[in-house]
T-cell receptor, first 115, second 110 residues
Framework: DSGVTQTPKHLITATGQRVTLRCSPRSGDLSVYWYQQSLDQGLQFLIQYYNGEERAKGNILERFSAQQFPDLHSELNLSSLELGDSALYFC??????????????FGEGSRLTVL | KNEVEQSPQNLTAQEGEFITINCSYSVGISALHWLQQHPGGGIVSLFMLSSGKKKHGRLIATINIQEKHSSLHITASHPRDSAVYICAVPSGGGADGLTFGKGTHLIIQP
């Protein structure tokens, strides 16, 4: 058990809809990272929050947004969903700001299927 | 942006064999991560290393910063080691995320 909790584990929805994925980081961790894993693109970095502030952006679409709340949990909002958004979405947490300062702890992932 | 190449893409071996998975990257880094993804999808961090060698049980990770290369070794492999092993490095270019290799699909047969 990594200590990172993601909900929901599975989600099936239709094109054009909006969904919210939730992540609770490991106790004490300040950084939350969101990653997308699809069959054709592999794992891709989407966005990072550190102590409530956005700190880095990767390949995140404009239809996607995220935030980190004062209790440090984070939500990833995906809107105007397309078939190609079907993927596993992982959240990872770490204590430090940079990816080279410590181990990452991954959640079990949220599997999104867009029909 | 850092580019990551892993080899081999697929590896099938017999139980007990010594396994080596390689990772090369294009831009100098300060640390590299090795991850393990189980068939169910969950990802576990195995190592983060910035120099030399680290060992955890039957797993050994080495890195050569000058040659931009890292290896993950598994000694006395076991069927429970069957998983996807992924190498990841800082993306660079101002984004503090990770760039991932495509992974090595390892199957250990009894």
């Amino acid at each position: 058990d990594s200590g990172v909790t993601q909900t929901p584990k599975h989600l099936i929805t239709a094109t054009g809809q909006r969904v919210t994925l939730r992540c609770s980081p490991r106790s004490g961790d300040l950084s939350v990272y969101w990653y997308q894993q699809s069959l054709d693109q592999g794992l891709q970095f989407l966005i990072q929050y550190y102590n409530g502030e956005e700190r880095a952006k990767g390949n995140i679409l404009e239809r996607f947004s995220a935030q980190q709340f004062p209790d440090l949990h984070s939500e990833l909002n995906l809107s105007s969903l397309e078939l190609g958004d079907s993927a596993l979405y992982f959240c990872a947490s770490a204590f430090g700001l940079a990816v080279n300062t410590g181990e990452l702890f991954f959640g079990e992932g949220s599997r999104l299927t867009v029909l | 942006k850092n580019e990551v190449e892993q080899s081999p893409q697929n590896l099938t071996a017999q139980e007990g064999e010594f396994i080596t998975i390689n990772c090369s990257y294009s831009v100098g880094i300060s640390a590299l991560h090795w991850l393990q993804q189980h068939p169910g999808g969950g990802i576990v961090s195995l190592f983060m290393l910035s120099s030399g060698k680290k060992k955890h049980g039957r797993l050994i990770a080495t890195i050569n910063i000058q040659e931009k290369h890292s290896s993950l070794h598994i000694t006395a492999s076991h069927p429970r080691d069957s998983a996807v092993y992924i190498c990841a490095v800082p993306s660079g270019g101002g984004a503090d995320g990770l760039t991932f290799g495509k992974g090595t699909h390892l199957i250990i047969q009894p």
